[in-house]
């Protein structure tokens, strides 16, 4: 069912439609280093390079005006399971890449620690290629001192995957399942038959997923106090997300996928979700006019 998922057409067609001047192919200008965004860390996880679903093209954006002193990659780079059944790589794919190793070269120290859908580059713990350090998981102590675990998060589910799947369809599901429903009970009123909700429990099956994802959370969460740390940084279920749980802070990077999400500390240790898509979008409407209420806001905010 995920796999179904990942080969949907979402992802670089839907940004060529939103920004059409994002010619992935020709692969957008590089910003000079100097002119990117600093920050201290940057957590990205869930990339699916070699699937239609990656969205590599807001990805390039993003590396291109971004910069850090450390960035971890927290697994699902790049999709050995679907690269496997059947090749896909584009040119942006490879420049995600490139744009990884060049950052390496500039200095930035790079944590690779592979996911489930990277996993045969878990062989490879505790080597180093190109700059690249690759573990299984890491220790990260922010600017203000807090200890974080890093992992991918594959290890705290066995299901997750079939469940975040349904969360996916879900809305399209719904509007489907009302239709049916009304059909369905027409058919059944017609025959005496009492009604009978489909509706109903097709959101009793997404609220399920919704709860699944909260016990990951929680179980993660709990993993993480018993190593005794402050924190977990993980990816795996594409849900940033920021939670206290018990004490225990937890942060999940999100997804390239779907979400376009970044985790980012700033230099005094402060971290924040970016929702790079929502950046994208307001920097393309302050191109095409005077900057407007909303983008003034985003300036004072930012
Ligand atoms: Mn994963």
Same mark, same amino acid.
Request: net charge negative; proline share 4%.
């Given at each position: 069912m995920f796999d179904t998922y990942l080969d949907a057409d979402v992802g670089n067609a839907d940004v060529l439609r939103m920004?059409?001047?994002?010619n992935i192919d020709g692969v957008p200008d590089p910003v000079e280093p100097g002119d990117r965004r600093r920050y201290r860390t940057i957590w990205i996880s869930d990339v699916h390079l070699g699937t239609r679903g990656c969205n590599a093209a807001m990805l390039l954006d993003f590396l291109d005006r971004t910069d850090s002193d450390t960035l971890y990659?927290? $697994?699902?780079?790049?999709?050995g399971w679907r690269l496997k059944k059947r090749f896909f790589w584009p040119a942006a794919h490879n420049e995600v890449v490139r744009r990884i190793l060049a950052r390496a070269r500039r200095g930035t120290r790079v944590v690779y620690i592979p996911g489930n859908h990277d996993e045969?580059?878990?062989?490879?713990?505790g080597m180093s290629f190109g700059g690249v350090d690759i573990r299984r998981a890491a220790f990260h102590t922010t600017a203000d001192g807090r200890r974080l675990l890093v992992t991918h998060g594959d290890e705290f589910d066995a299901v997750m995957l079939a469940h975040r799947w349904l969360a996916f369809v879900g809305d399209t599901l719904y509007g489907l399942t009302m239709e049916l429903n009304r059909w369905t009970n027409a058919v059944r009123r017609r025959l005496g038959m009492p009604y009978w909700s489909l509706s109903k429990m097709a959101k009793h099956k997404v609220k399920n997923a919704v709860e699944f994802i909260s016990r990951y959370e929680e179980v993660v969460a709990r993993a993480a106090r018993d190593r005794g740390v402050d924190g977990v940084v993980c990816g795996h279920i594409h849900t940033a997300e920021f939670r206290t749980i018990d004490g225990v802070e937890y942060w999940n990077d999100g997804?390239?996928?779907? $979400?376009?999400n970044a985790l980012v500390e700033h230099a005094d240790g402060r971290m924040e979700i970016l929702h790079w898509a929502d950046e994208m979008a307001a920097r393309a409407g302050a191109q095409d006019s005077a900057p407007g209420p909303a983008t003034i806001t985003r300036l004072r905010a930012a």
């Open positions: 920004f059409p001047a994002l990659l927290v $697994g699902d780079i790049i999709d045969m580059f878990r062989q490879f713990t997804d390239w996928v779907e $979400g376009c």
